[in-house]
């Protein structure tokens, strides 16, 4: 695991200082402080950019993702649908049993805040379901994926930042609170560390050779 780190640290540092700052966010403030405070810094821009760069995570794009895996990596095909699974079980558990009655920023403002939040044309919105980010989970559950199959430091730098703008992207159209995308990224990362883990262990040495005893057994007259 320390060197599955050390090699994509250029990932996982930048999302630690990420985790951290929000972390310092949510000692001084509200959620809903900080929903003001990230929604007052809004343009035409800013709307159009974050629009288009949320589809990013929807999980529609695991698909591709996982038909390019086969093509050019089937030995990481396997961990990242293990990721996959493990992270929309989380999500599910989460989104769907344990907090399935958190409002939606625009509704939780909608009810018990005065300030008129900025909302972007177009954007459909959802009530409830907000903890964590969907959205977030995949971006980060894809991203990081790719970082592992590139050894240039500089792409996983940037695959770290569109993994962190996509997540931006649900604050700033008020479709989840800043607590949302962090939680929401550190299910995506820790599903791929876990999947990792995993995969690594069923290709130790005694497990091939393990596998390669049985079909010697399976195939004997």
Known sequence: MKQFIWKNRFFLLP????ILVCSFYFMVYTKAEIQILI??????VFDFFFKSI????????????LIYLLIREKKWAFAFLIAVIVSNL????????????MYRPWKYFELYETYQLHMVKGVRLHSLNSFPSGHTTTA???????ALLTKRNMAKLLLFFIALLVSYSRVYLSLHFLEDIVVGSVIGTGS?????VF??????????KFRQASSQVSVSP
Do not use: C
Request: no cysteine.
């Open 15 to 18: 999302q630690l200082v990420f």
């Open 39 to 44: 929604n007052s810094y809004h343009s035409a």
């Open 54 to 65: 949320t589809y990013l995570g929807n999980g529609f794009l695991y698909i591709p993702v």
């Open 90 to 101: 989380l999500l599910f558990i989460f989104k769907h049993a344990l907090f399935s009655d």
């Open 140 to 146: 980060f559950t894809i991203f990081l994926t790719l």
């Open 192 to 196: 791929v560390m876990l999947s990792v």
């Open 199 to 208: 995969f690594k262990y069923f290709e130790r040495p005694w497990m091939n």
